[in-house]
């Protein structure tokens, strides 16, 4: 970003899972959940050549029980010679502040239409938010390589975006992350956006090797040359070890 220049970000993403991508990939039924976030996302430049980012957000979780969870609960009543429960234990439940993140981009140099990058930043959340969030310690380290390039399809404009990141103990260990964009501008004011989120976690604890691979495709209509509206849908397209999650997302974005 341009000093002095900037962007503020808020997103809200419905989302919910009621399969999963076994250890061979497969899809298999799983506890089902369902999940509200909403985000504010914020880039400053606070110079020309490094720009500062910084992210928050609130979370309402609400999970399903394992069929395993009521199994244990009728055995432990019927050990402690209780009445049986006609409902089963209720599932994780969650509400509260999300993740909280803050870092620095600087350009480290051009090549041609190419722009290379490096990020770097720390991202937080209480105890309580960890369990529903991809963290295990208090404090997470997010490193990333980014490269852009702009370039025209027909003579309109158009960008790609790859990010290739190094992300420290999640849910299931140190990751690598990959995230692409490609970007289309079919009129002067709508941005056609298609994404690709990927994680790569190749010591997952118990469940062996996790992987997730996420795409999500978005509109971005400019209703002012500082006001835009997002409205897209995410899903995961593969994985291993990880939620089929699918959501809708929508976003408003304010330049300065």
């Not at 220049?5 to 799983?30: C, E, H, N, P, W």
């Not at 509260?96 to 993140?101: C, H, I, N, V």
């Not at 990020?119 to 105890?127: C, E, F, I, L, T």
């Not at 989120?197 to 996790?210: H, K, N, Y």
Request: charged letters at 20%; aromatic letters at 12%; glycine letters at 12%.
């Amino acid at each position: 970003m341009p000093s002095g220049k900037g962007q503020a970000i808020v997103t809200t993403t419905f989302a919910d899972a009621r399969k999963a991508y076994d250890s061979y990939g497969r899809l298999i039924q799983a506890p089902s959940y369902r999940k509200f976030e909403s985000r504010v996302y914020v880039e400053h430049g606070l110079f020309d050549w490094l720009t500062i980012v910084g992210e928050g957000g609130y979370m309402n979780f609400h999970g399903a029980a394992a069929s395993y969870d009521r199994l244990s609960l009728l055995i432990d009543e019927a050990k402690a010679g209780l009445p049986l429960s006609l409902r089963g234990p209720s599932g994780p439940r969650y509400e509260g502040l999300g993740l909280g993140a803050l870092g620095a981009r600087t350009r480290l140099f051009t090549w041609g239409d190419y722009i290379v990058s490096l990020q770097a930043g720390v991202r937080a959340a209480s105890p309580a938010a960890r369990r529903f969030l991809d963290m295990r310690d208090p404090v997470q380290a997010d490193l990333r390589l980014l490269v852009g390039r702009p370039f025209e399809v027909f003579g309109l404009p158009a960008f790609i975006d790859a990010e290739l990141g190094y992300r420290s103990r999640g849910q299931n260990g140190e990751e690598i992350r990959a995230d692409f964009t490609a970007g289309f501008r079919p009129l002067a004011p709508v941005l056609i956006l298609a994404q690709s989120f990927s994680a790569f976690a190749p010591r997952g604890g118990a469940a062996g090797l996790v992987a997730a691979q996420k795409f999500q495709l978005s509109a971005i209509y400019d209703a002012t040359a500082s006001l835009s509206l997002q409205i897209g849908a995410i899903a995961a397209v593969g994985g291993v070890n990880s939620p089929a999650e699918r959501g809708l997302i929508s976003a408003l974005w304010w330049r300065y």
